[in-house]
């Protein structure tokens, strides 16, 4: 079986629907579905829970009610039979009831949480009811019956497999099986959500769970692109990435994919493809175990980079220096993406500057401290062992005109990564390109 995950856009109206329907039934063979909220919902239930934190109840009624006209005109558009229509507006009817329901008691973050996970609910409804009426044998799972995470806030992988499995006994014979993607519980049995990835990593925990033959991630784009389609000219899509160059490539930039959502198919060998719904003859990328040795696959860019650095005199002999200053970082949960060190300092990178005052204020207890804003990580990712003679040499020569304040190469197989100024980004990323893919 496979799994299939279909983002917001891919939902996005009710001819994009009518499209994924197409996708999914297309095989003829099994298929389990995870599908996101269609476009825009998220954030119109966020605005929603927003006016409900300022008590604003006139406010998120309101905005409730342009919701429901909205998802009214689209079972219009959807659905060819009366049957059908009735039935996905009393369903509607029933969502949108609850989302009223929200305007008459004090508000928590908890009832955020469920209010959001309404758009997930509707979308694969709709898609559901759509499918039933074309006579197809499909079947609507809800999430919250196996998707669960652990009291660390991770996803509890023994207990969806557990349930899933349950589920599908209970559920034999159906051509396509639908879920909601993002939504799960908590270990407390409070709907939550699993952050991170969001549906992605749905898709990716549910292959696992039911140890699927490929896992299928369908977005607007046709897989990763060996550079930012935004920025430089001629990008291609790249035929296939290992599982840790792929997160290398989400974690610095490409936004197609999160670095997260990729590790429970990583650690279960099953493939991860990256298709686009909107041209679905394009091969796009497949992410697998394999290592095709001596390329480099792509580069990427991360954005809204702070660097540190700390000069200390007394560094050279001073032991523990490095963990009293990792151990800022962290007691403010910010993370680290670049470091470099000296004999006399350290520079790091962070792309999380709200607790930045405070961080410099701690740091400056062990030397003197200087901050460097707006800045980028360019990050070049392949297979880019330090047995491959010239890489780093092809990378570096690139960027000769580029003014560079940090270089990180050695922590990983899979990248070189240049700390520069944001104003240089896009000339950045464009040499690259005409260097190591002409």
């Known amino acids: 079986m496979k799994v299939m995950k279909f983002g917001g856009t891919s939902v996005g109206s009710p001819e994009r629907m009518k499209n994924v329907a197409s996708l999914i039934t297309e095989s003829g063979e099994p298929t389990f579905v995870v599908l996101s909220a269609m476009s825009g919902t998220t954030n119109t239930l966020v605005e929603i829970s927003d006016y409900l ?72 409804n709709m898609v559901t009811n759509y499918l039933q009426e074309n006579g197809v044998k499909a079947i609507l799972l809800n999430a919250l019956d196996f998707m669960r995470t652990d009291k660390n806030a991770e996803p509890d992988l023994p207990y969806i497999k557990e349930k899933l499995k349950a589920v599908l006994e209970d559920n034999k014979g159906y051509q396509i099986y639908i879920t909601q993607g993002f939504v799960c519980r908590n270990a407390y049995g409070e709907v939550d959500n699993l952050q991170r990835g969001g549906s992605d990593y749905t898709a990716s925990l549910i292959g696992t769970a039911i140890n699927a033959e490929e896992i299928q991630i369908w977005t607007d784009i046709d897989g990763m692109h060996n550079n930012d389609p935004r920025i430089v000219d001629h990008t291609d899509a790249i035929p296939q990435l290992n599982f840790e160059e792929a997160a290398e490539l989400a974690y610095f930039g490409a936004k197609i994919l999160h670095p997260t959502c990729v590790q429970p198919a990583k650690y279960a060998g099953i493939p ?136 990180s190469y050695g922590g990983s197989n899979y990248n070189i990564s240049f700390l520069i100024k944001t104003q240089d980004k896009k000339r950045a990323l464009q040499n690259l390109s005409d260097v190591l893919f002409k």
Request: charged share 25%; hydrophobic share 40%.
């Open 53 to 124: 934190y300022k008590k604003n109840p006139e406010g998120a009624n309101e905005v409730i009610n342009q919701l429901e006209r909205k998802y009214m005109q689209h079972v219009e558009e959807l659905y060819s039979t009366d049957e059908y229509k009735e039935k996905t507006r009393n369903f509607l009817r029933g969502e949108f009831e609850y989302l009223h329901s929200f305007t008459k008691d004090l508000f928590t973050s908890f009832e955020e949480k469920s209010i959001v996970a309404q758009g997930e609910v509707m979308s694969t």
């Open 272 to 407: 991860v493809r990256l298709k686009n719904t909107m041209d679905p003859a394009a091969p796009g990328t497949i992410i697998d175990n394999v290592i095709v040795r001596g390329k480099i696959k792509a580069v990427a860019a991360k954005d809204n980079i702070t660097a540190i650095k700390i000069k200390s005199s007394r560094m050279l002999l001073a032991t523990g220096f490095l963990r009293k200053v990792f151990e800022i970082f962290e007691s403010y949960q910010t993370p680290i993406d670049m470091i470099a060190t000296s004999e006399v300092g350290v520079s790091m990178s962070i792309d999380n500057d709200s607790h930045l005052t405070e961080i410099v204020d701690e740091l400056k207890k062990y030397g003197t401290v200087t901050v460097d804003t707006d800045m980028c990580i360019v990050c070049v990712v392949g297979d880019l062992d330090w047995s491959n003679l010239g890489f780093e040499t092809l990378a570096t020569d690139a960027m000769k005109n580029i003014p560079v304040r940090m270089i």
